[in-house]
């Protein structure tokens, strides 16, 4: 993935991608198995209604909506009739701050669903299926404590609640987090020595051992994705593409692995490719030498687990970081291997909250079978000599492993629960 991509959105195209950074995305409604983003009904956000609460039993999109109040001395009032089934509830905050709300099982904290940012005066919907079963509103208001709405029940139904999930801590998540950062320390004195190769590769001359040498060096920096947030500057200097380069790939700040990557696929000379893996070496051994003094911030670990494969989906895929050894599915196969790396760490977290983690293991068997068909011996298929199938193949397989990633961000989110 090139530094401009670290949890960048980008449309697909011909050139590089334009600079990005990645925003932080609040999920609140739990669907196939894992927290998924609440958006407001139709228009958005809907406009305020008056405090008094009500149910209706049916509405325009045929499900019963009821009106709850959101406030310190009211949450969860107005929820007076509890039914099963599909149902949207309306989330009118009657307070004088923003708040967020979760609808959650009183007794473990399991949340069924939220809304985030719900401004003074207005109305948001949050739509879930409930079955038998306890369930309590939570507010949570800015700048104030939690409160907890009264308990209600449902009995006697024959529909199954959707899924719900007990919210990860930051403290639950720094083991995972540790132990990844152990795994990152020993990639950066594999990165050394596989890059210690490539620059020797070129300093005698030798590019057609250069080129044999740049891949597998590359794809060793590929597996760490989750931890390029916290390489800083390094990233770009090892990574970079010509995003932003008015110079484009003759520009001096055009460095690291594509730098080299341009020169050895484009007839320059070694001469003239001895500077920019000399710096690359230098470069990669100062992340190896700073490395075991940073520290990744736990909160955002589940995220990149999803941002990883997201920005393979939207740079590997579309050849958008091929400087010409058309590896980019090599690269892609790198990627998932980190992200499975992350998985592993975060299993013991996830296995209990995720309904869909089987199915996750088993899109990134199919997502790794996929492309090792595009791995002769080591010699990968360039993107613009896949077939068509191939081609729909390939993206079918990394897009629905994509969907399914989000749903583990969406529960690594660390929420507030006081």
Known sequence: MPETARGAVAEAGPTPPVPGRAVRRRTALLAAGALVAVAAVAAGVLAARGSGASARPTAADGLRHTTVEVATADCGHGWSDPK??????????????????????PATGAVYGEVEGLAPGTVRPLGVTLGNG???????????????????????????????????????????TLAYQKWIQ???????????VLRADVDRDDLAAARKAWLPAHLVYERM???????GDSDGAI?????????????????GFHRVEYGLWHGESASGLRGPADQLAKDVHALESSWPSQRMDPADTGLRA?????????FELTGRTDYGSGTNLATARANLDGTRVLLGYLRPLLKTRDAGFAELGTWMDRSQHTLDGLDHSGKWTPLAQLTRPQ????????????????????????????
């Open 186 to 196: 020993a990639r950066t004195v594999e990165l050394a020595r596989k890059t210690d």
């Open 306 to 314: 999803h941002e990883i494969l997201e920005n393979t989906v939207q």
């Open 225 to 231: 994705g989750a931890a390029y947030g916290t390489f």
């Open 239 to 255: 990574n970079g593409t010509t995003a932003g380069l008015s110079g484009g790939v003759h520009d001096a700040g055009f460095t």
């Open 84 to 105: 099963p089934g599909r149902q949207v509830f309306e989330l009118h905050n009657t307070a004088g701050t923003a708040a967020e709300v979760y609808l959650t099982d």
């Open 391 to 418: 081609r729909e193949k390939v993206d079918a397989d990394l897009g629905g492993l994509v969907e399914r990633l989000a749903d583990v961000a969406a529960l690594t989110d660390v929420r507030r629960t006081a």
């Open 134 to 176: 306890s369930y309590a509103f939570k507010c949570l208001p800015d700048d104030a404590d939690a409160v907890t709405g009264p308990t209600v029940r449902i009995t006697g139904s024959k529909v199954r609640s959707g899924p719900a999930a007990v919210p990860i801590t930051q403290q639950e998540l720094i083991p995972p």
